[in-house]
């Protein structure tokens, strides 16, 4: 098998990994894109094979492969981004209503309840 380090990356894994630099989970991603959570996991795998990163531990590749892709001007500096834009371009992305929960403050709730159930069997 060929190593794939150093090709360009996709225009999808672009995007995956544009939208995992915001800090978004895979599933989160998946829904921005209109894909499911397995393929997000893959072309995210197949970036950070080809940003050369997956020597690192499971929990340093995101981090590592976004500062890669935005050291080599693949993908823009959310950090950048946002401070550029102000607190006005802030509040015009807040949503007008509230529907409920993102995904991930329920997967937060769902963890806090399960600790607390635990902890009660104790």
């Given amino acids: 098998m060929t190593s794939r380090a150093g090709m360009p990356l996709s225009p999808r894994q672009t995007q995956a990994l544009t939208a995992a630099a915001t800090g978004a989970t895979l ?10 959570r397995e393929h997000v996991s893959m072309l995210l795998s197949h970036a950070y094979r080809r940003l050369d990163v ?15 892709a935005i050291r080599q001007g693949i993908i823009p500096n959310p950090v950048k981004e946002a401070a ?10 807040e ?9 991930r403050e329920a997967a937060a709730n769902d963890r806090r309840w399960w600790e607390t159930e635990k902890a009660g069997e104790q």
């Fill in 27 to 36: 599933t989160e991603i998946g829904y921005q894109l209109g894909i499911t």
């Fill in 54 to 68: 997956t020597h690192l531990p499971r929990h340093q590749r995101r981090p590592a492969a976004v500062r890669a």
């Fill in 84 to 93: 550029s834009a102000g607190p006005a371009a802030a509040q015009a992305t």
């Fill in 95 to 103: 949503p007008a209503h509230n529907d409920g929960p993102t995904v």
